[in-house]
């Protein structure tokens, strides 16, 4: 719908029909703001690419203002808004615009994504509206159709635009994502705009985005449909002055002319505000049948068609690198990662091969380069002698990769989302050795323009600076027995991934051990000797130097250890055979000599024992052998002597050079007691001392062991069961002894069973008696020589047993008595089983030996529904089976007997007898129809049957002749028709 030049009586519009009749009230036409973001670049020679670009527009003064149709404003959206169905819809103000008044979604929103709707406060600044927000200005007022001056204050702004602008030029291309609605009336009708895009060409341009909306169909008017969208201008726009802070604007209206088609209002160009938006987007408003609200129509409201400025404001689009470190020594070759985003292929077009006039990706270098040195300011400003390369790579599309020579030559995948990784090599002499100019003076990581291309976007320098490191100097020094010669490395390292070179020097207290050059994995190793005692010797080294590290200093210490041995376990339990693995170090082999056969006169190694000695039992104070008394021993010697000492089956263990052996013994309390019989005999212990009679008093080591039962742990494992099932659970008993004995299981205080353990494992059966529900099982170990008693707990599940419920009904006749039989099968079933028909409840009754019978009584012929409840105990589950009773019809039989002959001058009588299978008696209505010789009915009556099933019937006077007399019985619900025929002769 439109309305008059004047804004009175509405013109319903030949193109689109159906709109609300309200839309009775010129509507104004638009202003366009687009306002930016802080951070311009300086105007330089080349286009800048910008970025986050934020563009606003208030449209007109009519997007803001009451409407006249009571309790409607016009107002705008942030995207785009649901479709109401069918038009003249408005949006609901109690759910602040979510949903339209006929209940259909609608979403008003005053964000959504890049796009904002954002209203004016009272201390000027602006911020989201709220849905009130769009009717009401700044300071509280509320629009109406009716006030001309009192306006909303909210603006439409799409946040990130992209592109590029170049203020020397006045050009600029930037375009933005996003969508809004602008709705007049509440959305009576209205149009969405998507994806706003600048353009401008030396200062002259337009601002386009597409529309949308719905719209009455020409062709029907009861149907509602969408207007296919269209690209078109929104503003033309000329002599911008595009600044490097951005630019403003005032979009063409006044004087412009536009053709309206015939359907619609004509132009008026007369006047102070007459004008008009571009035709093409005033001609997609005539299709929504609200074009007249943008151009001037002669009405009071042409002076709010008029369009507002609007400016755009930007900060440079830069892409950005990652460099995995930036310090770096300043020797040598070392690698860097590289990681590129923001690269946007686009933006860097070859103007030579190989990439001439294809997008071509950027270079990224390791170089030294001068102050200015972009090649985007040309070469007479930065000519390519102000960019030496040490090392190079060039990232391009995947396509392009093998015109530039593959990845042995450098490529790396640009990819479409702008970024890149890569990695190059740092080489500060390599490069100095080539970068002599003196202009070249900042070492660091670049990226610019491929191909020759102009990209100051791409454009980035990243400095590294080149310092000695700082390393770390590691003195280690393995412990070693006393007599044994010992050793140390100091070891130079750092996170460079560079290898230090250079001497260090090793000092064990104030005395110097040595100097040394550290080999190529930056280690030295110095020979201490083998004179020292036990003890510990601190030790120190001090790095020199060289030209990428600094000189450092490290500390350790070097360890002369005594003999001395470790057991993997010192606890036992008191009978039995039991294992222990004994480690020894320090056992110089050299210190100890045998005195008598078979190693006199050699190292004679280490006896290693598990015994009950006396409390003075060293052989080298003079203890006599009777203090030693073993079960179990192993000697410890070297490799070569093993054989002679009768081999590993002799007992023999290898005591390696560097003093150290591993031995295993048995370990049984109750042999050592058989053999240890002597009161002085009292120490358990696992015992070391010089074999062949050679008496060392360091190798003398004595590591007591104890014995004490050992504490079980008790595992409980008990299967669930459903009720009726046997149940069973199995009691574990592990732990350091043989775990021999009993294991007695109960639930609370009744004891469930006594069995005996079997390779630590019992197992009873519980039987089928436990009753549904959880039971708590407790086992109880009573324990044995080795062991302690110990208990163990589990829960046993007994899930109610299921119930099959069985309904059987024999067939009957109407007129018999039905029965239903329900069983339930199941162990333990037991209880009330009730009996529905129909959702009714036929009868209870208790289960008698699974059974229950119930009587129906006698039914109607048909199929009656039956459900068959059992309703369970507390072992047995609730079940329920249906089933149907099914009753046939009853049988009639018709008899047909003449009481009174009719003639030709007399009527006669008929009388007829219904009866049924089973005995009873017929209801309802018998017909009688006489027919003659030819077969044609000469009369038909009806008589109802009476209580014992009769009825009788007048027959008519009749002619001579031969009849037939049909008697028909139409049956009923419950009992099936049946007929008869007599043959009556009339002379």
Do not use: C
């Amino acid at each position: 719908m439109t309305t008059n030049a004047a804004g009175g009586t509405p013109v319903r519009s030949r193109a689109r029909r159906g709109l609300a009749g309200l839309l009775s009230t010129a509507v104004a036409a638009s202003g366009l703001v687009a306002l930016g973001v802080a951070g311009a670049p300086a105007a330089s020679a080349a286009p800048a690419q910008v970025t986050n670009a934020t563009f606003t527009w208030d449209l007109n003064n009519e997007v803001n203002a009451g409407a006249f149709a009571p309790g409607t404003w016009n107002l705008m959206s942030a995207g785009k808004i649901g479709n109401p169905g069918a038009g003249g819809a408005t949006l609901k103000s109690a759910d602040n615009g979510a949903t339209w008044n006929n209940g259909t979604a609608a979403g008003w929103k005053n964000a959504d994504g890049n796009v904002t709707i954002e209203d004016k406060a009272a201390d000027g600044s602006y911020g989201p509206t709220t849905f009130q927000g769009t009717r009401t200005n700044s300071a509280g007022q509320t629009t109406s159709g009716a006030s001309q001056t009192i306006l909303a204050e909210t603006r439409l702004v799409v946040k990130n635009g992209v592109g590029t602008l170049d203020p020397a030029t006045d050009n600029a291309t930037i375009t933005w994502d996003g969508d809004a609605t602008v709705l007049f009336y509440s959305g009576m009708t209205y149009f969405t705009l998507s994806d706003p895009k600048l353009t401008l060409t030396g200062g002259a341009g337009t601002v386009t985005a597409t529309l949308g909306g719905y719209a009455t169909s020409m062709d029907d008017p009861t149907k509602w449909e969408a207007v296919p969208e269209a690209t078109v201008a929104l503003a033309t726009l000329s002599g911008v002055d595009v600044t490097a802070t951005g630019l403003t604007a005032t979009p063409a209206y006044r004087e412009v002319p536009y053709t309206a088609p015939a359907s619609s209002s004509p132009q008026v160009t007369s006047g102070a505000n007459w004008g008009s938006f571009p035709q093409a987007f005033v001609d997609f408003q005539q299709v929504l049948g609200q074009g007249p609200y943008w151009y001037s129509t002669g009405g009071s409201a042409d002076p709010r068609k008029v369009a507002n400025p609007l400016s755009v404001g930007f900060s440079e689009y830069k892409a950005s690198v990652q460099v995995s470190k930036t310090t770096l020594l300043p020797s040598g070759a070392q690698e860097v990662t590289v990681t590129g985003s923001g690269f946007t292929p686009s933006l860097s077009t070859g103007t030579r091969p190989p990439l001439s006039g294809r997008p071509a990706g950027t270079y990224v270098v390791f170089g030294k380069f001068a102050e200015v040195w972009k090649p985007s300011l040309g070469t007479a400003t930065a000519p390519s002698a102000n960019r030496a390369v040490g090392s190079q790579k060039w990232a391009v599309a995947a396509a392009d990769m093998a015109t530039i020579g593959g990845a042995n030559s450098g490529a790396v995948e640009l990819k479409s989302d702008g970024t890149f990784t890569t990695t190059l090599t740092v080489n500060k002499p390599a490069l100095d050795a080539t970068a002599t100019a003196s202009q070249l003076v900042n070492y660091g990581i670049y990226t610019y323009g491929g191909s020759g291309a102009s990209a100051p976007a791409f454009e980035t320098y990243t400095p590294v600076t080149f310092a000695q490191a700082t390393p770390t100097v590691a003195v280690s020094a393995p412990s070693v027995a006393q007599g044994l010669p010992a050793a140390a490395t100091v070891t130079v390292s750092s996170t460079t991934g560079v290898a230090a070179t250079g001497n260090v020097t090793l000092s064990q207290g104030d005395t110097v051990v040595g100097t040394q050059a550290v080999d190529s994995t930056g280690k030295a190793t110095f020979d201490l000797g083998a004179s020292r005692p036990v003890g510990s010797y601190p030790l120190s080294a001090s790095y020199a130097g060289d030209a990428n590290f600094l000189t450092a200093t490290g500390t350790g210490s070097l360890i002369v250890a005594a003999p001395s041995v470790t057991l993997s376990r010192s606890t036992f339990v008191p009978n039995g055979a039991q294992t222990v693995t004994v480690t020894g170090t320090g056992f110089n082999p050299a210190a100890a000599t045998g005195t008598r056969p078979p190693l006199a006169g050699k190292p004679s190694g280490s006896y290693v024992v598990f015994g009950k000695f006396a409390e003075n039992w060293k052989p080298s104070a003079g203890a006599a052998t009777a203090t030693r008394v073993n079960s179990s021993q192993k000697w410890a010697v070297l490799a070569e002597d093993m054989a002679t000492i009768g081999g590993p089956d002799g007992g023999a263990v290898e005591l390696k050079p560097d003093g150290s052996f591993t031995a295993t013994l048995t370990v049984d309390k109750a042999a050592i007691d058989a053999v240890a019989t002597a009161a002085t005999l009292v120490n358990y212990g696992i015992y070391t001392y010089g074999g062949s009679g050679g008496t060392v008093a360091a190798y003398e080591t004595y590591t007591p062991v104890t014995f004490t039962q050992a504490t079980p742990t008790v595992t409980v494992t008990a299967p669930s069961v459903s009720f009726g099932a046997v149940a069973t659970a199995t009691v574990e008993v592990t732990g350091d002894g043989d775990n021999t004995g009993s294991v007695t299981l109960a639930e609370g205080t009744t004891e469930l069973g006594t069995a005996v353990l079997e390779d630590g494992k019992a197992t009873f059966d519980l039987g089928t008696a436990l009753g549904a529900g959880d039971h708590e099982l407790t086992a109880t170990y009573t324990g044995d020589a080795n062991t302690t008693e110990g208990t163990g707990r589990t829960t046993l599940v007994v899930a109610p047993g299921t119930a099959t419920v069985t309904l059987s009904v024999p067939a009957r006749t109407y007129g018999q008595v039905s029965t239903a039989v329900v069983t339930v099968a199941g162990t333990g079933a037991t209880g009330a089983v009730t009996l529905s028909r129909a959702g009714r409840v036929v009868g209870r009754a208790d289960l008698q030996s699974g059974r229950a019978t119930f009587s129906l009584g006698e039914l109607a012929a048909g199929r009656h529904a039956l459900t068959a409840s059992y309703a369970g105990n507390g072992n047995v589950a609730a079940a329920t089976a249906t089933g149907s009773a099914t009753v046939a019809k009853a049988t009639s039989r018709a008899k047909l007997q003449v009481t009174k002959k009719p003639t030709r001058t007399r009527a006669g009588k008929v009388r007829a007898t219904i009866t049924t299978t089973p005995a009873g008696s017929a209801t309802g209505k018998v017909k009688l129809v006489v027919r003659n010789a030819k077969g044609k009915a000469v009369r038909t009556v009806s008589a109802r049957l009476n209580a014992r099933g009769v009825a009788t019937a007048t027959l008519p006077k009749l002619a001579k002749g031969r009849y037939r007399v049909v008697l028909t019985y139409a049956g009923t619900a419950n009992v099936k028709a049946s007929t008869k025929t007599v043959v009556l002769r009339v002379s």
